[in-house]
């Protein structure tokens, strides 16, 4: 079983709906997670990160971690062609330095 | 503010080479890390570096060694490649005084593709 597991997509949304992006983790020892995003052949950029249950807003994104659950999730509202892009899901645990990321979710947004 | 720099962008080197990756942190950023990630795959912890010394190492052979300076920036060495090396070589910065596991926010530079022949 990997650590940080996210489907690898496509997801298909069109211009304007908001796009759901999903990551399970294993180890309950995880404590931040964090959402970056890649284009293709560029590095990962930080999206942004959470690590308290419930929700977290940035403009058109919103973080949601469920700790029972071992979910965590990422809400793109008003979703633009310009979001099309590799959606990767990183967790860290309290004791340790490392990012554990999944193989990432890939977003289609359709104009 | 310049943030992360690697160098160089793009490497072919050859079976049994050995090659050297440089990166510079963020400006105000102390701790550099190296990922290391394949085609179609999430980035893989090789090694932290903070204070000059590596401070956690992932699964990777000891053909990965690193090294940082006192202005903080660091190098990747790579011994004895295997065509399995070939990847994006991703180098991230953060602050590291925060400690382990407390949102510590890490800002990839634009990475070096390695690719062996």
């Known amino acids: 079983q990997k650590e940080v597991e996210q489907n690898s997509g496509p997801l298909s949304v069109p211009e304007g709906a908001i796009a759901s992006l999903n990551c399970t983790y294993s180890d309950r020892g995880s404590q931040s997670f964090f959402w970056y995003r890649q284009y293709s052949g560029k590095s990962p950029e930080l999206i942004m990160f959470i690590y308290s249950n419930g929700d977290k807003e940035d403009g058109r994104f919103t973080a949601q971690l469920n700790k029972a659950s071992q979910y965590v999730s990422l809400l793109i509202r008003d979703s633009q062609p310009s979001d099309s892009a590799t959606y990767l899901c990183a967790s860290q645990m309290d004791s340790s330095y490392k990012l554990i990321f999944g193989s990432g979710t890939r977003l289609l947004v359709r104009p | 503010d310049a943030g992360v720099t690697q160098s160089p962008t793009h490497l072919i080197k050859t079976r049994g080479q050995q090659v050297t990756l440089r990166c510079s942190p963020k400006?105000?950023?102390?701790?550099v890390s190296w990922y290391q990630q394949a085609l179609g795959q999430g980035p893989q912890f090789i090694f932290q570096y903070y204070e000059e010394e590596e401070r956690q190492r992932g699964n990777f052979p000891d053909r990965f060694s690193g090294h940082q300076f006192p202005n903080y920036s660091s190098e990747l060495n790579v011994n004895a490649l295997l065509l399995g090396d070939s990847a994006l070589y991703l180098c991230?910065?953060?602050?590291?005084?925060?400690?382990?596991?407390?949102?510590?926010?890490?800002?990839f530079g634009q990475g070096t593709r390695l690719t062996v022949v």
């Open positions: 400006s105000g950023h102390d701790t």
């Open positions: 991230a910065s953060s602050l590291g005084s925060t400690g382990s596991g407390m949102n510590t926010e890490a800002f």
